[in-house]
């Protein structure tokens, strides 16, 4: 079975310009959340999908967006980027979200400059 | 309060010895209780998880003890291996959806 998959691996970006970060889930599981990995502020919670819905977010600025598509697949926007945005941007996928277990991909490195 | 206190920051074991890290929470809402383990360049992978109805478990050398009326719980890792150097996390979920709060980790060295 195949893990979760997230693209891309790295990613540099200058300040001001937008990035879109993708994430393909575990067969069969409906739902994606996406954490935000810094030496600073370490896990942080940033949004979760689940079946095409956004059923939470975190405390993070309107910059910050998400979808998921009809097939589980989510992608992660964010817009005008600062240098505090570079961070490791880890997705997990579940089959039900809450309270059952999740798999985490490798992450995207985004380093913005 | 989401918060999820976790400590040491680092540990260092000796191999064969018990590696034990705490973490305490306030949110009597949180139901479920993962621990990952990390690797540089990865991504955190689910270790163990306990709920509030059961006081510990126990898989192969990994132990979760968990005191509710505390609001604490703690991984043992017993035996520890050069292998398990890592970071840990320690988590809380709270039922509904998956808004999962991490501990700030604690990152173990294992000396042989």
């Known amino acids: 079975k195949a893990g979760v998959t997230q693209t891309p691996r790295y990613l540099i970006k200058t300040r001001g310009q937008q990035v879109t970060l993708s994430c393909s889930p575990i067969s069969g599981h409906r739902s994606v959340s996406w954490y935000q990995q810094t030496p600073g502020q370490g896990l942080q919670f940033l949004f979760e999908y689940f079946s095409e819905t956004q059923r939470n977010k975190g405390n993070f600025p309107g910059r910050f967006s998400g979808r998921q598509f009809s097939n589980s697949r989510s992608e992660m926007n964010v817009s005008t980027l600062e240098l505090g945005d570079s961070a490791l941007y880890l997705c997990?996928?579940?089959?039900?979200?809450?309270?059952?277990?999740?798999?985490f991909g490798q992450g995207t490195r985004l380093t913005v400059v | 309060q989401q918060q999820v206190k976790q400590s040491p920051q680092s540990l260092i074991v000796q191999k064969g010895g018990i590696s034990i890290i705490n973490c305490a929470y306030e949110n009597t809402a949180f139901d479920y209780f993962p621990w990952y383990q990390q690797f540089p360049g990865k991504g955190p992978a689910l270790l163990i998880a306990i709920r509030p109805d059961v006081s510990e478990k126990k898989e192969g050398r990994f132990t979760i003890s968990f005191n509710k009326s505390a609001k604490q719980f703690s991984l043992h890792i017993m035996d520890s291996q050069p292998g398990d150097s890592a970071t840990y996390f320690c988590a809380a979920d709270s039922g509904g959806y998956q808004k999962v709060t991490f501990g700030t980790g604690t990152k173990l060295q294992v000396i042989p």
């Open positions: 997990a996928s579940s089959y039900q979200g809450a309270g059952t277990e999740a798999f």
